[in-house]
């Protein structure tokens, strides 16, 4: 009987365990995971925030379905060595255990650039649900929210909140502070929530500016504020946060601090066992990494100088894995379109491939509607749609995928491709 190794319990590591539990059942399979909490779903880590749901609507599977499947998960078991040579494992608690195949799906942490001020207390990334709990106790919690400010707000002014990153995840974080303003007692209804970007405009990796522009209006209409093309310079306080300083002199009142910039791939565990390591761990078509027996999926790999960061590709390097973790060569991985959408309530994004690609062999069809919020645009190249940009409408999002991955020509269809009663749908079949 084959023994299934996993390091990591986020989507990765739990769908590369089903689907060895699936192609081998007879498999022994463990996973290992750091974190004290059954795997739960991060993208609902903002509702949590927001005070929208309770801890347990995060846990997507009872420890039942993992018995029942025969999968043994290690929590709170945090994995500091590997060997390679020897197939073994090292855990925090002294433990050790060997593997046949051993799957590396460790995930990524926050980046947090070295601004001045970034430890002070009230500053927080969000990536864990440790991460959450905190910044929600901190912001519904009496210092902030009404003893220490008791004079300033009896002369009416909000409490405040500062974003730094105005990527998915800042946009996101920074509508569920709003949110959760509305329901902490000690905020009394009303939390003031500021979006710093340094790039010119919002979403600077799936919009281009005019979108931006769409969305930025959008979002100022549910009560954010944003500055844009905004670099920060430190964040102030003694030993709270009490504002962050651009680097222009404008001063940001803030007493609680989202840094919101970026993931690093948690490569530590496979450098010093001496993989090899570069912004990701390397993989292969197959998720091999450069040791024997050793693969790799998720947040924490880098394939053809790609680190994805999102879900689609984490779980479609999981099959792939636990496919050739079972049976050599059976899978083969090519790469995640990729697909972002923005979940805020009332607001509709959706961005694919290359959205906003510019240059003489792209022809980009838009369609843009303020008033609506409504901003559509279309990417080609020699007559094949490579990316979308879908704000303020909801159809169309599957056909465009289609087309997209399968690079069918439209070009005889490509001034009429964003006309209302174009039929998608039927182009993409
Ligand atoms: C708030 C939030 C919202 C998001 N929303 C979206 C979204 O809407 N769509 C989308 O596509 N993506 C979203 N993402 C990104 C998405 O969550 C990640 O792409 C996905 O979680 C990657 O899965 P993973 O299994 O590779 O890594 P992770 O989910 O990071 O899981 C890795 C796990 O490994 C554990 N671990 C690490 N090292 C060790 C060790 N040495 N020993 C034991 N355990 C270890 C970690 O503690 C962690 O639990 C979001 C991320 C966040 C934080």
Request: aromatic share 6%; charged share 20%; hydrophobic share 45%.
């Amino acid at each position: 009987m084959q023994r299934y190794v996993i390091v990591g319990n986020g989507v990765a590591g739990v769908t590369a365990a089903q689907s060895i539990t699936r192609a081998d059942p007879a498999a022994e399979v463990h996973i290992f995971g750091e974190e004290p909490y059954p795997y739960y779903q991060r993208p609902r880590l903002w509702e949590f925030l927001a005070g929208e749901i309770e801890q347990e609507t995060l846990y997507f599977r009872p420890p039942e379905w993992y018995a029942a499947k025969g999968i043994q998960v290690h929590l709170g078991a945090r994995v500091t060595a590997l060997n390679p040579t020897e197939h073994r494992l090292t855990l925090a608690d002294g433990g050790s255990i060997q593997y046949d195949r051993l799957l590396l799906a460790t995930g990524a942490r926050s980046f947090v650039p070295p601004f001045a001020g970034a430890d002070k207390n009230g500053v927080f990334t969000l990536r864990t649900l440790d991460d959450a709990q905190a910044m929600r106790a901190y912001a519904c919690g009496e210092p902030f929210g009404y003893a220490q400010d008791r004079r300033r707000r009896n002369a009416g002014n909000p409490c405040s909140a500062v974003v730094i990153g105005g990527g998915l995840l800042g946009l996101e974080t920074a509508r569920a502070l709003l949110a959760l303003g509305l329901r902490c007692e000690h905020l009394s209804g009303r939390l003031d929530v500021s979006v710093i970007e340094v790039a010119p405009h919002l979403l600077p990796r799936q919009l281009d500016a005019e979108g931006a522009q769409v969305l930025q209006t959008r979002l100022e209409a549910m009560g954010l504020y944003f500055l844009a093309g905004a670099t920060t310079e430190a964040i102030l306080g003694d030993e709270a946060v009490r504002s962050v300083r651009l680097k222009d002199g404008r001063v940001v009142d803030g007493r609680l601090v989202l840094i919101s910039t970026g993931i690093r791939s948690r490569v530590e565990l496979a450098r010093e066992a001496g993989l090899e390591v570069n912004r990701g761990l390397i993989v292969d078509e197959q998720l091999r990494t450069s040791a024997a027996d050793v693969y790799a999926a998720g947040d924490v790999t880098e394939f053809e100088g790609v680190v994805y960061g999102i879900i689609p590709a984490a779980t479609e390097q999981a099959q792939v894995a636990a496919a050739n973790m079972v049976a050599d060569d059976s899978a083969t991985y090519s790469g995640t379109l990729p697909a972002t959408t923005l979940k805020i309530v009332g607001i509709y994004l959706t961005c694919l491939g290359d959205a906003t690609a510019t240059g003489d062999e792209f022809v980009v069809l838009r369609q843009v509607n303020p008033a609506a919020g409504v901003y559509r645009r279309l990417t080609l190249r020699e007559g094949k749609i490579v990316g979308a940009i879908l704000l303020g409408v909801t159809r169309d999002v599957q056909p465009l995928k289609q087309l997209i991955a399968t690079g069918r020509d439209v070009s005889v269809y490509s001034d009429r491709l964003l006309d209302e009663d174009m039929d998608l749908k039927a182009l993409a079949q």
